[in-house]
């Protein structure tokens, strides 16, 4: 981690909420500033370097969200949210967990799931050297990316001979460093506890991204593995894994002002693009998303609407549809509020002004002008390329059909030939993905994502057509064409598609399958789209990193690297903000708060148990004295993105006080950069949480378990 090293080295005076720091950076960090700031745990028990792991390690990702340990028998914390797709998973017409929410009676009753997965960390090495010397003199941009995609696998293939061993190489900044990240992948995570939807999504989607908020965005699930220890996938034999560190709960909870830290696997930001990348993603991205995305969420909507098992099957899919469409209005709104490409113009006019009479800057130069220019010839294309990139989400028929397709060809590869996403490795979570597809689909909602995918692309400008579109669905009406092709398709039946998984392209042609056949069309076209970002792609690891060197230098102080999926910590203050002139929040909304919102109808519905205890004054011990009610969610000034949902939120003593779930609506755009006056991230009080497990759903083993009950 030596490049890490030398950035943190002078970090002590810079922070205050804003930067997401990776386990290594935090030892750096001056130890006096962090005590200052609330922290009272020495920084070691934090992470120890010798070994590589400490309290953070109780942090795991789940694929797309984080998660704490919170016992030694494996029980992992996570937003409801996080684990809905298992919810949804079990649920059916009859027994419908995501209204009514579930709770394992005993581990024998604990729900097992197709495609939950949790990754625990074990070890980060920098690999920049190699990385860096793996790409030729003279290396073309599909050349360059080539031989880092190829150094990449060869690093992870070397790293996962370790037993268990699941790994990756991060780029950080586009390639200023590379991290082998290793981590242990468990493969049998069973479901132990959901509220029901209207506490774990209380307030739906007119709440989502906002304050004041009263959702009990939580759910449980307990990680298993093989007698040996070892990850196993289910067996009813398997037991509780026993991680080496979780999180203590603090009955204690939080006030305004006390010291927070978030800890998890912030996805993605964006903050190390130049101001017209930032500008071109807002309109090429967001505004796209916002329109396709709202008309998929229309039509799923139309499509189910009172047909209980439609509305079973597509609830995770539309649910995902709403976030990230949502998001994007967020991002658009908080991209003009605070003026953050005009701002981002302005700071790299400074860099440029800087570096402009240096000679060893001037490459650095040189690159930000390339990055730019690159930015100007994708428009033109900018309405395919985002079509083509959308293609998997406009239905899971055609997902699965391209993705067939690609395993075909890709099979007849050495492994270390393929796409990535197509090696050995990836298998057994694809066969799980192609089983567990059979618990969402819904013909009827995924014939018209399909059509309105091929509509918008049948109107694409004459330098952008799709052909295999156009040879398809040119001629005639769309939908009667389609539901030709959903009428005669196996890739709706699993037992075909478990069988289409072992054929070969020419096994595949010859089914005459038509949405097979469209697959395979599609497919080619896409292939050679791929190529071209591929050397886009390696175009941009060579000028991002180039251009940063010189941004970072310019600041002379340490700036936190882009969230890229890995382990971080933010160091934060419980505190409130204001959204506008006039306008002040407070930090902590109450379960009085929820029951005032509450109408009777979704999604202000609260469940009738949770009334009956409010109604009856049941607060047990969780009643904040301060507040004079239980809490239910907080404020924090966090450094976070998507995919720090389910992040433990502890007090400075390392003690679990809240689960991360969200950010406030000013906020959303906070991955194009931090601003300390609205930066909020959105917790639930850890209080709340056990006062439902205590004083509503009176959960025994589960209190023993997580040491609340004797
Ligand atoms: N809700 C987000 C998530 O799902 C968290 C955020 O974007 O702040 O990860």
Not at 75 to 101: A, K, Y
Not at 195 to 201: A, F, L, S, W
Not at 218 to 239: C, L, T, W
């Given at each position: 981690?030596?490049?890490?090293?030398?950035?943190?080295?002078?970090?002590?005076?810079?922070?205050?909420?804003?930067?997401?720091?990776?386990?290594?950076?935090?030892?750096?960090?001056?130890?006096?500033?962090?005590?200052?700031?609330?922290?009272?745990?020495?920084?070691?028990?934090?992470?120890?370097?010798?070994?590589?792991?400490?309290?953070?390690?109780?942090?795991?990702?789940?694929?797309?969200?984080?998660?704490?340990?919170?016992?030694?028998?494996?029980?992992?914390?996570?937003?409801?949210?996080?684990?809905?797709?298992?919810?949804?998973?079990?649920?059916?017409?009859?027994?419908?967990?995501?209204?009514?929410?579930?709770?394992?009676?005993?581990?024998?009753?604990?729900?097992?799931?197709?495609?939950?997965?949790?990754?625990?960390?074990?070890?980060?090495?920098?690999?920049?050297?190699?990385?860096?010397?793996?790409?030729?003199?003279?290396?073309?941009?599909?050349?360059?990316?080539?031989?880092?995609?190829?150094?990449?696998?060869?690093?992870?293939?070397?790293?996962?001979?370790?037993?268990?061993?699941?790994?990756?190489?991060?780029?950080?900044?586009?390639?200023?460093?590379?991290?082998?990240?290793?981590?242990?992948?468990?493969?049998?995570?069973?479901?132990?506890?959901?509220?029901?939807?209207?506490?774990?999504?209380?307030?739906?989607?007119?709440?989502?991204?906002?304050?004041?908020?009263?959702?009990?965005?939580?759910?449980?699930?307990?990680?298993?593995?093989?007698?040996?220890?070892?990850?196993?996938?289910?067996?009813?034999?398997?037991?509780?894994?026993?991680?080496?560190?979780?999180?203590?709960?603090?009955?204690?909870?939080?006030?305004?002002?006390?010291?927070?830290?978030?800890?998890?696997?912030?996805?993605?930001?964006?903050?190390?693009?130049?101001?017209?990348?930032?500008?071109?993603?807002?309109?090429?991205?967001?505004?796209?998303?916002?329109?396709?995305?709202?008309?998929?969420?229309?039509?799923?909507?139309?499509?189910?609407?009172?047909?209980?098992?439609?509305?079973?099957?597509?609830?995770?899919?539309?649910?995902?549809?709403?976030?990230?469409?949502?998001?994007?209005?967020?991002?658009?709104?908080?991209?003009?509020?605070?003026?953050?490409?005009?701002?981002?113009?302005?700071?790299?006019?400074?860099?440029?002004?800087?570096?402009?009479?240096?000679?060893?800057?001037?490459?650095?130069?040189?690159?930000?002008?390339?990055?730019?220019?690159?930015?100007?010839?994708?428009?033109?294309?900018?309405?395919?390329?985002?079509?083509?990139?959308?293609?998997?989400?406009?239905?899971?028929?055609?997902?699965?059909?391209?993705?067939?397709?690609?395993?075909?060809?890709?099979?007849?590869?050495?492994?270390?030939?393929?796409?990535?996403?197509?090696?050995?490795?990836m298998m057994p979570m694809m066969v799980a993905g192609l089983e567990r597809a059979e618990k969402s689909y819904f013909?009827?909602?995924?014939?018209?994502?399909?059509?309105?995918?091929?509509?918008?692309?049948?109107?694409?400008?004459?330098?952008?057509?799709?052909?295999?579109?156009?040879?398809?669905?040119?001629?005639?009406?769309?939908?009667?064409?389609?539901?030709?092709?959903?009428?005669?398709?196996?890739?709706?039946?699993?037992?075909?598609?478990?069988?289409?998984?072992?054929?070969?392209?020419?096994?595949?042609?010859?089914?005459?399958?038509?949405?097979?056949?469209?697959?395979?069309?599609?497919?080619?076209?896409?292939?050679?789209?791929?190529?071209?970002?591929?050397?886009?792609?390696?175009?941009?690891?060579?000028?991002?990193?180039?251009?940063?060197?010189?941004?970072?230098?310019?600041?002379?102080?340490?700036?936190?690297?882009?969230?890229?999926?890995?382990?971080?910590?933010?160091?934060?203050?419980?505190?409130?903000?204001?959204?506008?002139?006039?306008?002040?929040?407070?930090?902590?909304?109450?379960?009085?708060?929820?029951?005032?919102?509450?109408?009777?109808?979704?999604?202000?519905?609260?469940?009738?148990?949770?009334?009956?205890?409010?109604?009856?004054?049941?607060?047990?011990?969780?009643?904040?004295?301060?507040?004079?009610?239980?809490?239910?969610?907080?404020?924090?000034?966090?450094?976070?993105?998507?995919?720090?949902?389910?992040?433990?939120?502890?007090?400075?003593?390392?003690?679990?006080?809240?689960?991360?779930?969200?950010?406030?609506?000013?906020?959303?755009?906070?991955?194009?950069?931090?601003?300390?006056?609205?930066?909020?991230?959105?917790?639930?009080?850890?209080?709340?949480?056990?006062?439902?497990?205590?004083?509503?759903?009176?959960?025994?083993?589960?209190?023993?378990?997580?040491?609340?009950?004797?």
């Amino acid at each position: 981690m030596r490049r890490l090293v030398v950035l943190a080295a002078a970090a002590a005076t810079m922070w205050a909420g804003e930067g997401k720091w990776t386990p290594q950076q935090v030892l750096k960090l001056n130890p006096a500033e962090l005590k200052k700031q609330g922290l009272q745990l020495p920084v070691r028990r934090l992470w120890d370097p010798v070994r590589g792991t400490g309290l953070l390690a109780a942090t795991v990702n789940t694929g797309g969200c984080s998660a704490g340990f919170v016992s030694e028998a494996g029980l992992v914390l996570t937003n409801h949210h996080c684990l809905f797709g298992m919810v949804q998973e079990h649920s059916r017409p009859g027994r419908d967990l995501i209204t009514n929410g579930f709770l394992a009676g005993s581990r024998d009753e604990e729900l097992p799931s197709k495609t939950g997965r949790v990754n625990v960390p074990r070890k980060f090495t920098d690999v920049t050297a190699q990385m860096e010397a793996a790409v030729p003199a003279g290396a073309s941009d599909l050349e360059r990316a080539k031989a880092l995609e190829a150094k990449e696998k060869a690093l992870v293939a070397e790293c996962e001979m370790t037993p268990a061993a699941r790994c990756r190489v991060a780029a950080f900044d586009g390639g200023v460093q590379y991290v082998l990240v290793e981590s242990m992948e468990i493969l049998d995570v069973r479901l132990v506890y959901a509220p029901p939807r209207m506490i774990g999504e209380y307030g739906g989607e007119g709440d989502n991204w906002m304050w004041p908020r009263h959702t009990g965005d939580f759910s449980m699930a307990r990680a298993y593995v093989g007698r040996d220890g070892k990850p196993a996938p289910y067996s009813k034999d398997n037991v509780p894994y026993k991680p080496e560190f979780f999180f203590p709960i603090s009955t204690e909870g939080v006030k305004p002002g006390d010291f927070v830290m978030v800890l998890g696997y912030p996805g993605t930001t964006v903050r190390s693009l130049t101001a017209l990348e930032m500008a071109d993603r807002e309109k090429n991205l967001y505004e796209r998303r916002v329109d396709l995305y709202g008309a998929w969420i229309r039509l799923i909507e139309e499509a189910t609407k009172g047909d209980e098992a439609g509305i079973i099957a597509t609830a995770a899919t539309l649910k995902s549809l709403n976030n990230v469409y949502k998001n994007a209005g967020g991002q658009i709104a908080g991209l003009k509020r605070g003026r953050i490409i005009a701002k981002q113009k302005a700071a790299e006019a400074e860099v440029e002004k800087w570096a402009a009479g240096k000679p060893e800057w001037q490459s650095a130069l040189a690159a930000k002008k390339r990055l730019d220019e690159m930015v100007a010839e994708k428009e033109r294309t900018a309405a395919r390329a985002f079509l083509l990139q959308t293609v998997a989400s406009g239905g899971s028929a055609l997902r699965q059909a391209l993705q067939l397709v690609k395993l075909a060809g890709e099979r007849g590869k050495p492994d270390a030939e393929r796409e990535p996403a197509y090696m050995n490795r990836m298998m057994p979570m694809m066969v799980a993905g192609l089983e567990r597809a059979e618990k969402s689909y819904f013909r009827r909602a995924d014939e018209a994502l399909a059509a309105e995918w091929i509509g918008r692309a049948l109107k694409l400008g004459a330098g952008e057509r799709i052909k295999s579109v156009d040879a398809a669905f040119g001629q005639g009406d769309v939908k009667a064409k389609l539901a030709g092709m959903y009428d005669g398709t196996k890739v709706t039946s699993l037992a075909e598609r478990l069988k289409m998984f072992e054929e070969t392209p020419e096994q595949l042609k010859a089914r005459r399958d038509p949405m097979i056949d469209f697959a395979i069309a599609l497919q080619a076209e896409l292939d050679v789209f791929n190529e071209q970002a591929k050397a886009i792609d390696g175009a941009v690891a060579k000028l991002r990193p180039a251009w940063r060197k010189a941004v970072i230098a310019h600041a002379g102080k340490p700036v936190a690297p882009d969230a890229n999926s890995t382990l971080r910590v933010s160091f934060a203050h419980v505190k409130g903000y204001a959204p506008r002139d006039g306008v002040v929040y407070t930090p902590q909304t109450t379960l009085a708060g929820m029951m005032e919102k509450h109408t009777g109808e979704d999604p202000f519905d609260v469940p009738k148990k949770v009334r009956e205890a409010y109604e009856a004054g049941k607060a047990g011990r969780w009643k904040d004295a301060r507040l004079g009610e239980v809490p239910l969610c907080f404020l924090a000034d966090a450094d976070t993105t998507g995919g720090n949902s389910g992040s433990p939120t502890v007090n400075g003593r390392g003690e679990l006080v809240g689960l991360n779930f969200d950010r406030v609506w000013e906020n959303v755009a906070n991955d194009f950069g931090y601003n300390p006056e609205i930066a909020r991230n959105v917790n639930v009080d850890i209080r709340f949480f056990l006062w439902m497990l205590d004083e509503v759903e009176n959960a025994d083993g589960l209190l023993k378990e997580l040491k609340i009950r004797k």
